[in-house]
Nanobody
Framework: QVQLVESGGGLVQAGGSLRLSCAASGRTFSSNAMGWFRQAPGKEREFVAAISWSGGSTVYADSVKGRFTISRDNAKNTVYLQMNSLKPEDTAVYYC??????????????WGQGTQVTVSS
């Protein structure tokens, strides 16, 4: 069973940057695609970005393209989300998730507990 723990959230001004980290336990991390999702108050959870097991392929939501970068370090069992040029509408709880099926499956099997990101205007 893989467990995920997110960190790096916080309060930042619009235009600022944050880097989220997601540390995974378990031996299967390096063979799983990983993703980031977010949920703002009163809204449904939405996809942000995902990365293949090797790190060679990535997918982004249109709303974050050019501003956010997902990456991973399989040696450290960690996936990252670098967030630049943050906007107030990026405010949400950010969740890390893993997919045993693959990057383009749309299915994520296990989730972290989330980390709060708040962007002030």
């Amino acid at each position: 069973q893989v467990q995920l723990v997110e960190s790096g959230g916080g309060l930042v001004q619009a235009g600022g940057s944050l880097r989220l980290s997601c540390a995974a336990s378990g031996r299967t991390f390096s063979s799983n695609a990983m993703g980031w999702f977010r949920q703002a108050p009163g809204k449904e959870r939405e996809f942000v970005a995902a990365i293949s097991w090797s790190g060679g392929s990535t997918v982004y939501a249109d709303s974050v393209k050019g501003r956010f970068t997902i990456s991973r370090d399989n040696a450290k069992n960690t996936v990252y989300l670098q967030m630049n040029s943050l906007k107030p509408e990026d405010t949400a709880v950010y969740y890390c998730a893993g997919s045993r099926v693959g990057l383009y499956s749309g299915r994520f099997d296990y989730w972290g507990q989330g980390t709060q990101v708040t962007v002030s205007s």
